[in-house]
């Protein structure tokens, strides 16, 4: 029997998680005016660095007294800068529930041996985030990006906190309503929701966290890629544009393209509704069939970018070979790019639904992965 193939194919094929498609007006001649064979330290690529700080501020709405920097080695290197910088002056407690998370705890845990509260659960759930102790510093994923888990809110966060909060917003930034008052170390990385290029992080500072960086000297070295205190005293040329190292204009141009998009969608709550409207096709999807389900087990941690998927169906022999070919006939066809789940996590698919991502390309691809489900299904079947 030959499963017919639907008519219609998506425009863009690209649901990657990271890098994520580019922004649907994208093309490359739009990035001629970078400041290329420039210095980052003359005017013109000083205020370009300005402006993709200050524009970040505007469309994510981060209180005029938070720092924002914008530093090396993408989403990680923000990360790690915090946790080698802040922590070790009290007690922290980690929270991990995929794969992201648990580098975290390792970081903390194995490499800067921290006395640490280390609470995890299983790709699709949560940790119990009732059972935090704010007089610690804690550090968590807003958007698991590897099981499509999310934390559905920040209620759960004190507002009268003695710890810090620090938070890997990577893949939530841009697509989800983030609560400045209760994060104090807010991460990102460019290649995510707004499709632009790896190589730099973004680090947001509350001015509580600007207090313990000057105020605590960690016990460790650090090195100078991770240095954001001089004397005892905040580097704020690094809150201003004058990064650490040398950053890639050409990725600042690209990111400074992404943002005026992202204005001309409507700003954050115009990309909150294009990831609300990708994620919603994906989840009527999983209602109308009953053999492919949601990763995340409660509704209301079900991510709006990463949407993690499982197979359900018995007559399926090996989940994970399974799943493998199911993407790699989607890829063949060109209608669904890079959607195999990340290589720790469970056997599935993993469709990102960020706000660059087009509502009809979802709309476009589903009926083919039912095809290639049903492809699958009849040549194992067949093999049998
Ligand atoms: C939650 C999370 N943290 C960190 C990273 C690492 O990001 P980068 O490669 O930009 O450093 C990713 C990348 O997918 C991620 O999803």
Redesign the pocket.
Known sequence: MTIERPAARPANPRFS??PCAKPPTFELNKLADAALGRSHRAAVGKDKLKAAIEGTRELLGIPADYRIGIVP?????A?EMALWSLLGERKVEMLAWES??AGWVTDVVKQLKIDADVKTADYGQIVDLASVDFNNDVVF?W????SGVRVPNGDWIADDRAGLTIC?A??AAFAMDLPWDKLDVTTF?W??VLGGE?AH?MLILSPSAVERLESYTPAWPLPKIFRLTKGGKLIEGIFTGATINTPSMLAVEDYLFALDWARSVGGLQGLIARADANAQAIFEFCDQNDWIDNLAEDPATRSNT?VCLKFTDPRIRDGASFAKAVAKRLEAENVALDIGAYRDAPAGLRIWCGGTVETSDIQAMLPWLKWAFEAEIAAQAAAA
């Open positions: 998680s990271g080695a993408s989403d990680t290197g990360v992201f998370g994923t958007n698991g990006t590897t890997d990577t893949s990385s290649q995510k790896a992080g990463s």
